[in-house]
């Protein structure tokens, strides 16, 4: 109920303020998949959900400066509303900054990645713990500073409570509002490639008088091989409370409507050290010659060695997702 009241004030309050401004910009999607899961232990599952997605922007510029500001709202299949995007932004050319909710550069970028189910989610690191998209009591800023067209810097950071019900970010389960994030990163420009680099340090209380603090980095780069984009990419993390380690890499590319990924990942913990392999892949067709309608066939199939005893150790997944663009 309180995240279908902030979902429906944020749309409201987007409404009202550009009326009197200027019209802002609207567009909307649905989403709807078709799930089967079946894991090493247990019956397969399956699974419909979706969604739909109403944006509203508008940006007011004065010479080279601008303000700017989105609202996202996901109106999902099991009748909830969530908020997706809820920021302002407001610089130049040269520098800006970003306050809300949002999602930060992506060091660790899946491109086609429409199903990808891991074993254990646990054994991926993906450089993101400070991307963003906090949940309640949350907060996110992002500096933007473009030095030239070939290099640029962003610092984001996060604090609040960040309770976002996803194990890759921060804020996870029962955490207090002691939470901060600071994630610097640098992005070169070249004709052969797009290069981003970036270290991330994330340290907050938890319920019940535990920590965390963990720190990491990533690198990636993308480029173009013939007609196909292909990403590359690396990250690394450690628990200082734990010193448990983990190192994991992706490849995929995209070539027209089809996409094909592989992540490995390996863990140092100090007993089983469990490593993962996930395969994901992708193909989208029209949908009856109609615009902007679309069905894409996904699946992703994953495997981990020296798991804890008990533990699943291989997940296949498929999935149909149908897209259409209002």
Do not use: C
């Amino acid at each position: 109920m309180k995240k279908t009241i902030l979902a429906t004030a944020i749309v409201s309050s987007i409404l009202s303020v550009s009326a009197v401004q200027a019209a802002p910009v609207f567009d909307a999607n649905f989403e709807l998949n078709t799930d089967a899961v079946d894991k090493a232990t247990g019956d397969t599952t399956y699974d419909q959900n979706g969604r739909v997605e109403l944006n509203a922007y508008s940006k007011h510029t004065s010479g080279d400066n601008f303000f700017a500001g989105k609202g996202t709202v996901l109106l999902n299949t099991d009748g909830e509303a969530t908020v997706d995007d809820a920021f302002i932004q407001l610089g130049n050319g040269t520098w800006d900054f970003q306050l809300g909710r949002f999602e930060a550069i992506n060091l660790f970028p899946l491109a086609k990645d429409t199903l990808i189910v891991h074993v254990s989610d646990d054994y991926v690191y993906q450089a993101n713990k400070v991307r963003g998209r906090v949940g309640d009591g949350g907060g996110q800023i992002a500096f933007h500073y473009k030095a030239s067209e070939m290099v640029k810097f962003e610092v984001d950071t996060i604090y609040g409570d960040g309770d976002s019900g996803d194990s890759s970010v921060v804020g996870n389960g029962d955490d207090t509002t002691a939470i901060s994030g600071v994630r610097p990163s640098v992005t070169f420009v070249t004709d052969a490639a797009t290069i981003s680099a970036g270290f991330e340090s994330v340290k907050y209380d938890q319920v019940g008088g535990t920590n965390v603090d963990l720190s990491g980095y990533g690198v990636t780069a993308n480029f173009d091989v013939a007609a196909a984009n292909v990403n590359l990419a690396a990250a690394f993390s450690k628990d200082d409370n734990t010193d448990k380690k983990i190192s994991s890499f992706v490849a995929n590319m995209v070539y027209g409507n089809f996409g094909l990924g592989v992540i490995a990942s390996s863990v140092d913990d100090g007993a089983t050290d469990p490593s993962l392999v996930t395969t994901y892949i992708a193909y989208t067709v029209p949908v009856l010659d109609i615009e902007n309608a679309t069905v894409t066939f996904a699946g992703s199939y994953s495997t981990a060695d020296d798991v804890a005893a008990g533990d699943n150790d291989k997940t296949t997944a498929a999935r149909v997702r149908f897209n259409y663009g209002f």
